[in-house]
């Protein structure tokens, strides 16, 4: 596994172990600018201080380098857990003839539709999903396509209903492309708080309280030097990471977000489905 592709999908050398009794996933550094096993442990961890679901991560030192093993969020028990993609979840929620929306808002109704009810985990789980979303753009993770975001089918036999599985392959692209990859508002694929604002109430969420969401991401992320440090990342990478979180673009976003101007904005109406009846 020294290179190349991997039978377990990504561009990254991976392989499956077994660590106390438990399946992981491990990948290897594969010859990146940045430690990137350990940026991306790194960066897992400090989502999760965000409030965001991760799956367990776990690193093995190596010579010169690290690898990083991965929890499998599909196996519990010795038994597989049936997963899909959101690319597979949003294809399958839309009609027949329309173009899919490949995007956060169009996951977060996906998610409310057709999520688990119980305990409201469906409003949980769009709400998180915003979360994500900010993360993302502010820790500039642009690689974060349909296939980086997946669902849990939960009890299959009973009614199959879905639950958003925990956020993996997170950490900084480094690319500072201004763009992410999946859809994030009214604008697109921009990389901006504006545009993960502008359509705040598919996730179910008012303005003022999701810019309250953000607030508490933006506070989070503000922490990701000292938090990479203290993990072990050494400061070459920590200094080439910083010309995007902490560049023009980003850094001004986290200093400059106001969210006195969402406070007073309505909610949006909900989309009217075509088959209620009138």
């Not at 010169?64 to 959101?86: K, P, Q, V």
């Not at 697109?188 to 008012?206: I, V």
């Amino acid at each position: 596994m020294a290179g190349g592709g991997s039978p377990l999908g990504g561009a990254k050398p991976k392989a499956l172990i077994t660590i106390d009794g438990e399946q992981w996933v491990i990948k290897f550094f594969n010859n990146e600018p940045v430690d990137s096993p350990l940026v991306e442990h790194a960066t897992m961890t400090l989502a999760a201080r965000a409030g965001i679901t991760v799956a367990t991560t776990q690193l093995v030192r190596l010579e010169s380098f690290h690898a990083l093993a991965i929890r499998r969020f599909d196996r519990a028990d010795g038994r597989r857990i049936h997963s899909i993609s959101a690319a597979t979840a949003i294809r399958a929620a839309t009609a027949s003839g329309q173009e899919p929306q490949m995007g956060y808002p169009e996951l977060a109704r996906v998610l409310r539709r057709v999520g688990v009810a119980q305990d409201q985990i469906n409003q949980q789980d769009a709400r998180e999903l915003f979360r994500r979303m900010v993360f993302n753009i502010l820790v500039d993770n642009t690689d974060d396509h349909e296939k980086n975001h997946s669902l849990l089918v939960v009890s299959p036999f009973d009614n199959g209903r879905l639950k958003l599985a925990p956020a993996y392959d997170v950490l900084p692209t480094n690319s500072g492309q201004g763009y992410q990859e999946f859809i994030c508002g009214a604008q697109g694929r921009d990389s901006t708080l504006d545009n993960a604002m502008s359509e705040c109430e598919a996730f179910g969420l008012h303005p003022a309280v999701a810019a309250a969401d953000v607030l508490a991401v933006i506070a989070v992320v503000n922490t990701w030097r000292a938090h990479f440090a203290q993990l072990g990342v050494s400061l070459r990478d920590i200094n080439s990471l910083a010309e995007r979180i902490d560049g023009d673009g980003l850094l001004a976003q986290r200093t400059h977000f106001d969210p006195a101007r969402f406070k007073s904005l309505p909610a949006k109406k909900a989309r009217t489905s075509p088959f209620r009846k009138t």
